[in-house]
């Protein structure tokens, strides 16, 4: 079984632009979480999607939004990039609620 | 806003020893999951944890949750430095998951 993939695994941007990362879910699972891991700090929830639908999101800025598609991928953006948004992106899959969320390996993101 | 605390941050212990990392949470909820993760990898999951009183033993390591006491427990047996990694409780409230800061093991031979 395919675990979770995300890309790019890096991306370099400047301030002021847009990120645009993919993660694509364990096959049958529906739904898929965003998580930001910056530097000395833990995991961050971001954003829940399931069945093509935002469940939740965390406290961050809307520039911060994203989407599921119907083959449940995903995809997050981060608009008007600031140098606090360098962080690990890590995306999760999951196939139920009660279900232990598996991780892709992430896209670390650098603003420079 | 669920509040996870770990405890100790930062673990060094010498291979054969016992030890215990804690997981304190601040709302009610019955499902906790325990993940491994190395340096510049993923996360993995180590244990899945739905009820109280549950308790989960993989090798040298064993997961117990108390919802009552919102804690949970992360026992190592006789370490060996293949353990070596951060370790973080996730706790499950709505199915938004609330990590805690992790704990840094280092496994000295």
């Known amino acids: 079984e395919a675990g979770v993939t995300q890309s790019p695994t890096h991306l370099i941007k400047t301030r002021g632009q847009q990120a645009t990362l993919r993660c694509s879910p364990i096959?049958?699972?529906?739904?898929v979480y965003w998580y930001q891991q910056a530097l000395g700090l833990g995991l961050q929830f971001l954003l829940w999607?399931?069945?093509?639908?935002?469940?939740n999101r965390g406290n961050f800025p809307p520039r911060f939004s994203g989407r599921q598609f119907p083959n449940y991928s995903s995809e997050l953006n981060v608009n008007a990039l600031e140098l606090e948004d360098s962080a690990l992106y890590l995306c999760a899959s999951s196939r139920s609620i009660g279900q232990p969320q598996h991780f892709g390996d992430g896209t670390r993101l650098s603003i420079l | 806003e669920l509040k996870v605390e770990q405890n100790p941050l930062f673990l060094s212990m010498q291979e054969g020893k016992n030890y215990t990392i804690y997981c304190n949470y601040s709302?009610?909820?019955?499902?906790l999951y325990w993940y491994r993760q190395d340096p510049g990898k993923s996360l993995e999951s180590l244990f899945v944890l739905l009820s109280n009183g549950a308790v989960k033993q993989e090798g040298r390591l064993m997961a117990s949750l108390d919802t009552k006491a919102r804690l949970s427990t992360l026992h190592i047996t006789a370490a060996v430095h293949d353990l070596s990694a951060t370790y973080f409780c996730?706790?499950?409230?709505?199915?938004?998951?609330?990590f805690g800061t992790g704990t840094s093991l280092t496994v000295i031979p």
């Open positions: 709302t009610t909820s019955d499902r």
């Open positions: 996730a706790v499950d409230l709505s199915n938004q998951f609330y």
């Open positions: 096959s049958g699972h529906t739904s």
């Open positions: 999607y399931d069945e093509g639908e935002e469940r």
